[in-house]
């Protein structure tokens, strides 16, 4: 990755120090709140607090300006009336640090008075060299540093875990977005690596944060919700994103299908693009994975971040209900997957190695009375034949014959082959646990065959992606 | 290239930003875009000449930076078969032409006469088209014509420039892309000349940015072997500026 240097970006994750300007006692405030997420002990780095009313805030020291503070400063976080911003520039500059997150609105967002201000503040940063994100955000959260500078109590907003398997990054545009994917992702059991709100984007935009997280080996995905780009920002987002996705999965929420550009146009092809249809090229063009919404983006982004790009679109759904496997195979060849049946030798092998009563074909039913051996005697055979790029294994746990041992098994053939697994496990409490030291283990695992099918597409989808000629294509879609 | 540039300078000076029929053509052509045989005349004589010269049935249009849309000014007329309708064709038009403006309040601009074009054979009818977004750039649309992207909008989008492969994609992203490969018996089209002049379309595009949108529609397709004509095409322009 040729992105150029993202040492400035780097400093908003690993800053060793910080100071929130606009520091607050009063309960409830956005200065206060952000204070409170520093002062926590996993945040390793210094913490001080700026603003020429107190003298200490939640007990950590408070200084009148930055320049009353002997130590260094790697970061200044804003959370000052809009109209005072400038003044703390001067003072951001006086010091020298190089990095600040305005979190204040007040800005472009609210019309030509803000945007002058907004201004102000841009030329007084390029001047001095100073990196901002926002203004009119909420800022970040690293969940491996600990910078957090969400104004969100935890107890309303959960904040998510890394995992030590594999994790994704965000980027939104909106920062309530950007709230409620931290809430979320926090239940979801997804390890999250970073979290973004950009807002404003008056200068740390999609594609600085692109070739960061490029680059960033705690993430695995890279994803982004976004409503739209500035003039020729979406040009620039599609250069950048060219030269990523071949190295890492890139996903996105675009909302905004908006019909603005129709009516300005005045040819045929002008009339029948709008905006959208162009975005939607341009992410297919450069290799970025556009989904609906939210639930299909943190189902793909899991399975991209676990698993291995698929070298072809050939998958067997192994199963132990039929029902599921229908259910499955239906949605896989929906999602434009090809389902081929085992070979001959193949059958034939199977038939000598399982149960006469086990369904041999694709799917693949090894019954309700199933234990890990059958799923392990299929897996060792299809793997051994090459007919397979990719499996999809139903593992339902309400029968008690098949043991804790199937997560094993499943984990063994995935890391030895180093073909891409999904597995679908429908149920209860039980079966949730068993879909966690699934996971933990470094296989994705989906409540329902459709989640599993659309999370096994994405693995093709960026296999495509990633090898282009090389993937072995079997079928043709009639569907883009 | 240098073609163009004079073209769209011109244009601009008159105070226009489209290109006359006659000047699209010749940039098409600078391009190597494969489009039927084309002259000007501005005299009904110098009509049936240059008629003639290029064989008959020929079509005949208005020229002039006054009218935009030629049909609507009473300005086209197709399927001319020997010298006298030639002759007929081209008093009709400048009189209809002449009484557009008096409806529209200005004076039609009569001197550069009419653009003759051979009549095309009808293939199977494909819009290429260029769009400039605000966000994202130039991009180029291709889809079939008629009910296809009348009413289905059956079309896609590559950003400018893209490869032989995207253009190959973006055909079979279509809805219509089986009669491309011919169905029911009909022979297959030429795909790869129509892929030609996708990428040509995309090199003009990228080498003359001030383009902000362009129709070829229609563009005829015909079967495998026998190439692809653009026969109508529509260029508008903006101020000069080196976008990408």
Redesign the interface.
Known sequence: MNCGSTESIDVFFNAKSVAIYGASASQNSVGASIVQNFIKPQYTGKVFAVNPKYKQVLGIPCFPTLQDIEDPIDLVIVAVPARITPRVFEDIAAKGVKASIIISGGFSETGPIGTELENEVVDLAKKHGIRIIGPNCIGVVDTLSHIDTFFLPEYRCGRPKPSNVANISLVSQSGAFAAAISDWTSELGLGVSKLISLGNKCDVDDDDLLCYLADDDSTQVICYYTE????????TF?ETASRVTPHKPVLVVKSGRGQK?KAA??????S??G?D??????YR?SGVIRVDNFEHMFDAAKALAMQHAALGDRVLMVTNGGGLGVMTTDALEAAGLAIPSPSNELTQIYKERLPAYCAIGNPIDVVGDADSTRYDIVFEEAIKSGEYDMFVVGMLLQTPSLSMEITNVIANHQRQSGLPFVVVSMGGGFTTKAGEIMELMGVPTYATGEKAAFAAKALAQYGEIKYGDEFNKTI?S?K? | MKEAKKIFKTALEEGRTFVLENEAKDIMKAYGIPIPAYDTAVTADEAVQKSKAIGYPVVLKILSKDVLHKSDAGGVKINLRNDDEVRKAFTEIMTNAKNYGKEKGIEVDLSRGVFISDFADMGTEI?V???K?????H?L?A?LGGIF?EVL?D?????IP?TEN?AREML??L?AYKILEGIRGEPARDIDSLIGVMLSVSKMIAENPEIT???C?PTFVYEKGKGTLVVDA?I?IGESKA??
């Open positions: 739209g780009y500035d003039q020729d920002k979406g040009r599609f550009a146009a005045s040819s045929h092809t002008g029948l693009a905006s249809k162009v975005a939607d090229a341009a063009q043709i009639d883009p | 819009i088209g260029v769009t977004d605000p966000q994202f750039g991009a649309m889809g992207v909008k079309v896609s989008f590559r950003l893209f995207d079979k992203e809805k949108e362009l129709d529609n529509r508008l976008s990408h």
